[in-house]
């Protein structure tokens, strides 16, 4: 069974920093490209970050562009996220999920159970 | 590309059929577009990839139709687990964006 387990999340301050991870098992992580989706309370899901295969390519929403670097470890089965200059409105719940499809056009068929940020002083 | 789900709230009764709307604002190639359902607290669950091709286990009271910038998710006869919502995503573009969702409660 695929599971993927995202840690990492907290109480931060505006401008502060968080890295979050994402522990892939079940899978050859290294087959698949990987993305962070997050949902602010009450509300609808934005695709944060994508990144293919090997790292070769990578998105990232204009929201979050500049600020954010999406990055993984094939050797540890591991996706992060370090995310900069955080604001309010990086408040959600954030999604690993395992991206299936052709070279940058994914969906996402398998998602971990999210883990919390929340930016307030 | 931009996504427009309709409507927001769709109130119908156990055994009903749903028809969930999802418009986009140019054409989705390749009908790269998903179907997704969420629970309250849980992760979203894939239902639908390439417009009509339903994922694994998932029950096939749940069908995905439509092409260009026109797509529809139907349940044929909504069970109680179903009154949940539901979120369209497009994969044509590598900005991938969802619909603003579609909540579909018991009447």
């Known amino acids: 069974e695929v599971q993927l387990v995202e840690s990492g999340g907290g109480l931060v301050q505006p401008g502060g920093s968080l890295r979050l991870s994402c522990v892939a098992s079940?899978?050859?992580?290294?087959?698949?490209?990987m993305s962070w989706v997050r949902q602010a309370p009450g509300k609808g899901l934005e695709c944060v970050s994508v990144?293919?295969?090997?790292?070769?390519?990578?998105f990232y929403a204009d929201s979050v562009d500049g600020r954010c670097t999406i990055s993984r470890d094939d050797s540890r089965n591991t996706l992060y996220l370090q995310m900069n200059s955080l604001r309010g409105e990086d408040t959600a719940t954030y999604y690993c999920?395992?991206?299936?499809?052709?070279?940058?056009?994914?969906?996402?068929?398998?998602w971990g159970k999210g883990t919390t940020v929340t930016v307030s002083s | 590309i931009v996504l427009t789900q309709s409507p927001g709230t769709l109130s119908l009764s156990p055994g009903e059929r749903a028809t969930l709307s999802c418009r986009a604002s140019?054409?989705?190639?390749?009908?790269?577009l998903a179907w997704y359902q969420q629970k309250p607290g849980q992760a979203p669950r894939l239902l639908i990839y390439?417009?009509?091709s339903r994922a694994t286990g998932i029950p096939d009271r749940f069908s995905g139709s439509g092409s260009g910038t026109d797509f529809t998710l139907t349940i044929s006869r909504l069970e109680p687990e179903d009154f949940v919502v539901y979120y369209c995503?497009?994969?044509?573009?590598?900005?991938?964006?969802f619909g603003g969702g579609t909540k579909v409660e018991i009447k």
């Open positions: 999920a395992k991206g299936q499809g052709d070279y940058g056009k994914y969906y996402m068929d398998v």
């Open positions: 079940g899978l050859t992580f290294s087959s698949y490209a």
């Open positions: 990144i293919s295969t090997r790292g070769a390519g990578t």
């Open positions: 140019q054409s989705v190639s390749s009908n790269y």
């Open positions: 390439g417009a009509f």
């Open positions: 995503q497009q994969y044509d573009s590598p900005a991938l964006t």
